[in-house]
């Protein structure tokens, strides 16, 4: 049953129509020529606007809310919200709606950079809990419960009045590392404080035994998935779920009102609810498929010199609570003993080898398996790391590295200034947001007040939050992951050399 995807094809399949109304296209009469050729006509045929038959988003009766209801249903979700926006609306909806200004959000200093912009939009004050760092890895890991517990200790002690509006974690992080959630919702339970998780790259862990049990199935109670990452919708489409009791349903709906587009394409629609159909009845073998592949993957990679896979092995071993768990289907390789960036990395793959990773970083690169994952893709990864630790193509040219006099990233200072940036907080981010502010250069920045939100992208972490003081750590870091060639976004001046701070801040 696929009661939006059956609708949309009726509506396209209709002959005859004169169609007076949005997209100007016209059921492809229109189309752009370049992109039919691309794509044909059946995107723009499928490509209509709020008809009665289709139903409205914001005020679902017909099939967009039997496919939300199907969703909630085979999620474990009491109700379900399709998302147009990316999980990243539906972060900021989440905190919206558990959060009104002047509440605390206690959330996870390594959440996504929608949760910072959340705090802009809704005014809430943050009380940062720090995830576990992988000081050899370079990575940030999960949450430990007890540090939750030791943060709503610490908000009553400053303040018994203090309205706590929600805790926010990532689980899994972009790495594949999932917190243990069932702890963590237990306490904020017994604060009275929903719990919301960003499970953007767990919308798979529903559908197979291996996987860690899902947010849901550990008592969250907002969970936000980007159902098109591991399983198949489209781009850009993701679905929020709510369980409990908890959580202001109304006002949920209000706020994802206003965060999304009035003109919600159904063809991302209709991809939530053609992936959610396929993953309740094909999904388990298609990632038992992928479970092995990625296993092999592992195997192999493993047997190269110089080459090592993160695993919860190596986590645990380091005496961390921060970490249950890791997605067998993500593959974290580091390059220390390589002696290359994983932006290097990223280039030879790409370039020589067609191989395309998910997420490169100084040092290391990771790797998404999916349901679309085959056996030559896997044969093709491996085959590129013997070359690549063979020392085949050290003098392959680098076209990212934007300085050439860049250090190693093994000798990169700072390189925890995750850890070091969640200093004091001077202003809440809406306050230094909407600051009068000033750019000067980066030297006399350090240990001003931030009013712009810069991150690496991907994984989407901040470094520097409008209304923290900025430190040298963190900049140092930003510099390095730009001249290596990284991405860096939200920064009003992308070569690093200035910042925006808050002019009359202290």
Not at 87 to 107: K, R, Y
Not at 268 to 281: K, N, V
Request: with cysteine.
């Amino acid at each position: 049953m696929v009661p939006l995807v059956d609708t949309l094809a009726a509506c396209a399949s209709q002959e005859g129509v004169a169609s007076f109304h949005f997209p100007g296209h016209r059921r492809g009469n229109a189309a752009p020529p370049s992109l039919a050729r691309l794509l044909g006509l059946a995107p723009f045929t499928h490509d209509l606007p709020e008809l009665p038959e289709l139903d409205n988003l914001f005020a679902p009766e017909g099939v967009i809310s039997q496919a939300q209801s199907c969703a909630a249903s085979v999620f474990g979700a009491d109700s379900t919200f399709f998302l147009v926006n990316g999980s990243t609306c539906g972060i900021q909806a989440a905190i919206m709606a558990t959060c009104p200004p002047g509440h605390t959000l206690i959330l996870a200093r390594n959440c996504h950079f929608s949760a910072f912009s959340g705090l802009v939009l809704s005014g809430a004050k943050p009380l940062y809990v720090m995830p576990g760092y992988d000081l050899e890895w370079d990575i940030a890991h999960g949450i430990d419960p007890e540090d939750v517990e030791k943060a709503f200790v610490d908000v009553r002690r400053q303040d018994e009045h203090a309205k706590i509006g929600a805790l926010l974690i990532t689980s899994p992080t972009y790495h594949g590392v999932s917190s243990d959630v069932k702890r963590i919702a237990d306490i904020c339970h017994k604060y009275g404080v929903p719990l919301i998780v960003d499970e953007a790259h767990g919308a798979h862990f529903q559908f197979h035994d291996e996987f860690p049990k899902s947010a849901l199935q550990q008592d969250a109670d907002i969970v936000i998935q980007s159902t098109h990452k591991v399983l198949s919708s489209l781009t850009q489409s993701a679905m929020l779920h709510v369980r409990g009791n908890m959580i202001d349903s109304a006002l949920l709906r209000k706020c994802l009102q206003t965060l999304q587009s009035s003109s919600p394409n159904y063809l991302l629609l209709a991809s939530l609810d053609a992936s959610r159909e396929h993953a309740s009845t094909s999904a388990r073998a298609a990632l038992s498929t992928a479970l092995q592949l990625a296993e092999e993957a592992r195997k192999l990679l493993v047997q190269i010199k110089g080459v090592e896979v993160l695993s919860i092995k190596d986590i645990q071993d380091k005496g961390s609570n921060c970490a249950k768990s890791v997605d067998p289907l993500r593959i974290t390789v580091s390059l220390r003993e390589i002696g290359l960036s994983g932006f290097e990395v990223d280039d030879i793959l790409r370039l020589k080898y067609q191989v395309i990773a998910e997420l490169p970083s100084l040092q290391s690169i990771t790797f998404a398996v999916s349901l679309g994952t085959t056996h030559d893709d896997i044969n093709s990864l491996v085959a590129a790391f013997r070359a690549i630790a063979k020392g085949e193509l050290l003098g392959f040219p680098n076209t990212r590295r934007k300085k050439q006099d860049n250090p190693s990233p093994s000798f990169v200072p700072g390189m925890d200034a995750l850890s070091i940036s969640m200093q004091s907080r001077i202003l809440t981010p809406r306050e230094a947001y909407f600051a009068a502010s000033e750019r000067i250069h980066a030297e006399a920045a350090c240990g001003r007040v931030c009013s712009e939100l810069v991150c690496p992208y991907p994984p989407g972490i901040p470094l520097l939050v409008p209304g923290e003081r900025i430190c040298r750590e963190a900049v140092d870091v930003l510099k390095a992951i730009y001249g290596h060639g990284g991405y860096v976004t939200g920064a009003s001046d992308n070569s690093m050399e200035t910042f925006l701070v808050c002019k009359d801040a202290p």
